[in-house]
């Protein structure tokens, strides 16, 4: 049997589905999941033997592709240094400064651990400050694994949403209102019935978790100027944007300011890590200067804020972004004219250097209600041909493949040849 095989029949043994995040089971695409073992620059190689050219990029975080040696050299000598103290570091303080200056509309911020916890503190935040309750999110968008971010559109758009998983009580989502992403007119008529009440409106600016979906023009300015109007906080959810388009986020490529923004995954170079900033007089709600409270263990880790650091210089430094997005651009150019010839019905979506390939005839895509009329068999059988060509997608149709700076033009090749081998499959 194969070492992968056996290692996945093992763990399913003692860790629920085998696997520590859902999507890794490789449910929507079938097979067993692949073992990792090793990543370096734009490859992973497996326990048996398995080469793969990777763009999930450990879903976002490796802008920089694999154990880049400036990030590992980093992460051994905090290591080295201890791993945790528990009180305050100095790298605290030159993060803070950093991310002040790559987006001087963070005026303040804390570290925390994940992305999920960022969220949870920007929503605390907004509802400490405003005093108000209610928080409007858009289908699609996810935000962590939050009990009152589990939830899905009610019936009828104007109704609080319903729970998308078990075992989170009804109450918990009862203050939560739920839109179509690019639905102005859905947004314009929520803030029309519950303006006052709503304390956040969370979006992210480019929504990834659903596949690529791009902000149409004017909905995140109708975002903003409702949110203005009625008092509410705007948070853009940057986990997967920020850093990865340009060397800040992406409110400061679009001039559209949040209140609140949440970060993670470049931020801490692969390493656990989240990040909620914004506004001083909205942060400084936080414990200990006010009511809010919020805290960890491990915020602040030296070594992660270490890879981080050593990531965010980088980035500084090369601006990767205009090559990333060159990449991407072939990849869709190649895709979409194979895809023709062939007859198949594709639609390549494309954000620097992020993009999704959807089995569909549709294009643009604007929200889930689109997107999940998608063909996800079409999808999980590509998926597999090009597993067995070489290349490591995201495994699921409504996610994002990520091109990282360890990616040469003859890999972007690669991709495009392996991608004809699999679609002629
Ligand atoms: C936009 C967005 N927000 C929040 C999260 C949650 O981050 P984490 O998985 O680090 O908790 C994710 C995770 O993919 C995300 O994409």
């Known amino acids: 049997m194969k070492i992968g095989n056996d290692l996945f029949k093992r763990a399913q043994k003692l860790i629920p589905g085998g696997v520590n995040s859902p999507v890794r089971a490789f449910k929507s695409v079938g097979g067993n999941p692949v073992y990792i073992k090793r990543g370096e620059g734009a490859f992973i190689y497996d326990v048996d033997g398995g080469e793969y050219m990777d763009f999930c990029a450990s879903w976002g975080p490796l802008i920089l592709g694999h154990a880049r040696p400036e990030v590992v050299e980093a992460v051994k000598e905090s290591a080295s240094s201890g791993m945790s103290f528990g009180t305050c570091n100095p790298r605290e303080v030159e993060m803070a400064e950093l991310l002040n200056e790559m987006v001087p509309y963070l005026e303040m911020m804390r570290m925390v651990n994940s992305g999920t916890e960022a969220v949870m503190t920007a929503l605390r935040l907004a509802r400490g400050f405003t005093g108000r309750n209610k928080i409007l999110k858009f289908e699609g968008c996810y935000h962590g694994h939050a009990d009152y971010l589990l939830v899905a559109a009610g019936s009828g758009l104007l109704t609080g949403g319903i729970t998308s998983s078990a075992g989170v009580a009804p109450s918990a989502v009862a203050d939560i209102l739920v839109a179509h992403y690019n639905d102005t007119a859905a947004v314009k008529k929520i803030f029309e019935k519950y303006g006052k009440e709503i304390a956040a409106v969370i ?210 090749d690669l991709f495009i040849e392996s991608f004809r081998k699999s679609l002629s499959r």
């Open 203 to 412: 979006v992210e600016p480019v929504a990834g978790n659903m596949g690529l979906v791009k902000p149409e023009p004017g909905f995140l300015e109708t975002l903003r100027e409702f949110t203005s109007d009625s008092g509410a906080i705007l948070i853009f959810d940057e986990v997967i944007t920020g850093f990865r388009l340009a060397a800040t986020t992406y409110g400061k490529i679009c001039g559209i300011t949040p209140d609140l923004t949440t970060l993670g995954k470049i931020i801490g170079g692969g390493m656990p890590i989240g990040a909620v900033g914004g506004k001083a007089e909205i942060m400084k709600k936080l414990a200990p200067l006010g009511p809010v409270y919020q805290a960890g263990t491990l915020s602040g880790n030296p070594v992660a804020l270490a890879a981080g650091i050593a990531t965010l210089n980088i980035l500084k430094k090369e601006n990767p972004y205009p090559r990333l997005a060159k990449f991407a651009k072939k990849i869709t150019d190649a895709v979409e004219a194979e895809a023709k010839e062939k007859s198949f019905e594709i639609h390549c979506a494309t954000e620097g250097g992020m993009f999704t390939i959807f089995f569909t005839d549709k294009k643009p895509l604007r929200n889930l209600d689109e997107i999940k009329a998608c063909d996800t068999a079409k999808f999980a059988n590509f998926f597999r041909a090009m597993l067995k060509n070489g290349i490591y997608l995201s495994p699921s149709q409504f996610e994002l493949d990520f091109i990282s700076s360890a990616h040469t033009e003859k890999d972007i």
